[in-house]
């Protein structure tokens, strides 16, 4: 990442013209804040919005977030994302009100899109820090989880997202192998994790909006309680099982293993409010064969974070490192197919 | 080539404990995290000269004993994706000789890449 402020004059005389048209106001005045911690894909900088008229008068803390130009593979564009995030909000979700929506790549050089900002930390090596669990965070992130998963496909400005097909267990296993590339057959143990997910795949069901994020590290706390659900450039139509079982997955308890649900709580605390909201049970089964899924997605996404840098297109330290984490995924994964070789067997 | 002393594994380690002990203590809050990250990089790159090609006789016999094939670590390891592949570990037993190869396969490689994490049980 450059040190270079990303709201140069240019663009921050651009924006501020494009934001008094769009907010309808006598002027917009914008500072910068500073960036916002975030993952290596998106840029998120903090900008204080003074509006002079309108009806959105005042001032706004908010976040600008912006995509670089080369993301993973089935991630977002901003503007996408924003709308997703419209919807998630229109449930009453937990989730960063979108203020603005720019499309047009012309005015910033990527779409992005203005939200509000919410208070408190997400990074999860401090969220999992409590001495007793967070049950009650835990039942939340569940009944947040159970409205999101409300949003089914028709909804109104959501047609960009693709139907997986022929299922969305077997969209996920054809769309890693492509991701993996050559990796798909060198390494035995991605290989083994794919011909699980294709033999075990289960019958197509019922798609809702996921997030395909939703994990400790994507959700803000302050003072123990939850501000936002943030993060949205994975969301897609899928097996609403799919976010359970990532919340749950091991790559994502900050080293709290013994709290399965995020590192914070146990797993039926998340499923007790997940079940309060969803109008549906928590399939046990179907969650273990979403959090085999899981591993092998985030060695996909680690495999092409490691690519970025490796290709040459974007050196980079952290993604170089990020790279070199799949042996650990593939341990977590090789020990969750052992934990539930007997819940699945095999085919005869 | 000559190969030159010291070489390129002691070079690693001398750079990394001068930058720890030297520069680590000296860098302000903003740039910690960069730094920490290249702390660990030169750690790895020097986990991965000093271990070379030791282990991979042992992991080839390994992978080589489940196909029933000899060959080296870089050759077995093609065939044994494509036995996956094509179905001959989906039964219980293959499946779990399989998997007890690849969790060796696995924590070789961690060794290199995280061994903090490894010998944490994790």
Redesign the interface.
Known sequence: MSGAPFLDADRKAALEAWLTAQAGARRVTVTDDGRLSGGAISLNLGVTLEIDGGPLDGTHAAVLRTGSASGVSASLDKAEEAAVLRLAFATGATVPEPLFIGADPALLGAPFYIMRRARGVAAGFRVVKTEAPQRELARELGRQLGRIHQVRPGAPGLEFLPLPAPSAAMQCVNDYRGWMGRF?????????G??WLT?NAPEPGELVLCHRDYRTGNYMVENGELTAIIDWEFAGWSDPMEDLAWFCA?CWRFGR?DREAGGIADRADLYAGYEETAGRTVDERAVAYWETAGYLRWATVALQQGMRHSSGTEPS??L??TG?????I???L?RH??AV?GMW???? | MINDEPDARDLVAIALRSFRETILPLVPAEQRFTALMIANALATAERELAAGASAEPALAAAVGGLLGETGDLSTLAPRLCAAIGEGRFDDDEPQAALRRVLFDLTRARMAVSNPKLLAAGR
Not at chain 1, 184 to 192: H, S
Not at chain 1, 324 to 328: A, C, G, I, N, V
Request: charged share 30%; proline share 9%.
């Open positions: 798909a057959d060198t390494d035995p143990v991605l290989a083994y794919l011909r033999v091991a293993y330290l952290e170089a490192l070199r984490m799949l042996p650990e593939e341990l977590d090789l197919l052992d070789a067997g095999a085919k005869p």
